[in-house]
T-cell receptor, first 112, second 113 residues
Framework: DAGVTQSPTHLIKTRGQQVTLRCSPK?????VSWYQQALGQGPQFIFQ???????QRGNFPDRFSGHQFPNYSSELNVNALLLGDSALYLC???????????FGSGTRLTVV | AQSVTQLGSHVSVSEGALVLLRCNYS??????LFWYVQYPNQGLQLLLK??????LVKGINGFEAEFKKSETSFHLTKPSAHMSDAAEYFC???????????FGSGTKLNVKP
């Protein structure tokens, strides 16, 4: 049973560009959350998607947007990239509480 | 509101020595508490969690943690460190519905031979 799958694993973009990161949740999970982990820091909550709607959002600008598809997979989009957006982006999926909360291995985004 | 404080950004122990990583939390609702480990260039791996019930929880690789409500703490311990334990450890808190995790800033554990 595959866990949470994220793609791509690494990405290099130029300032001002746009990027899309993808996440497939663990089987049986219907909720996807995204986190940003800057170098040397703990992960910071970006937003959470459930039933294709953004259910909760952290303190991130509107340049960060997302989407959830009917199969529960999700995308994170970042527009007008800044150097400060360079980070490891982690996706986590969850379902009923008893099923737990599982993180993917992340996408390392470098903005140059 | 919820938050986590991890005391000590770097901890160094000798192989075979006790490991103690400190975590204090703040939560306006009954907390669910977690410890994750992160190896270089990898994602987060769950070590252990406390949701309800027994306050002393055991995790993988010989780690355990005790939830102390009166001290708002959830410190991570391991009786005998191994070289393979060298990694960064994150404490996190959330509520019963897992809507949002709040992470500490992490503690890097170095194990000396």
């Amino acid at each position: 049973d595959a866990g949470v799958t994220q793609s791509p694993t690494h990405l290099i973009k130029t300032r001002g560009q746009q990027v899309t990161l993808r996440c497939s949740p663990k089987s049986g999970h219907d909720t996807v959350s995204w986190y940003q982990q800057a170098l040397g820091q703990g992960p910071q909550f970006i937003f959470q998607y459930y039933e294709e709607e953004e259910r909760q959002r952290g303190n991130f600008p509107d340049r960060f947007s997302g989407h959830q598809f009917p199969n529960y997979s999700s995308e994170l989009n970042v527009n007008a990239l800044l150097l400060g957006d360079s980070a490891l982006y982690l996706c986590a999926s969850s379902g009923q509480v008893a099923y737990g909360y599982t993180f993917g291995s992340g996408t390392r985004l470098t903005v140059v | 509101a919820q938050s986590v404080t991890q005391l000590g950004s770097h901890v160094s122990v000798s192989e075979g020595a006790l490991v103690l990583l400190r975590c204090n939390y703040s939560s306006s609702v009954p907390p669910y508490l977690f410890w994750y480990v992160q190896y270089p260039n990898q994602g987060l791996q769950l070590l252990l969690k406390y949701t309800t019930g027994a306050t002393l929880v055991k995790g993988i690789n010989g780690f355990e943690a005790e939830f102390k409500k009166s001290e708002t703490s959830f410190h991570l311990t391991k009786p005998s460190a191994h070289m393979s334990d060298a990694a960064e450890y994150f404490c996190a808190v959330t509520g019963y519905n897992f809507n949002k995790f709040y992470f500490g800033s992490g503690t890097k554990l170095n194990v000396k031979p």
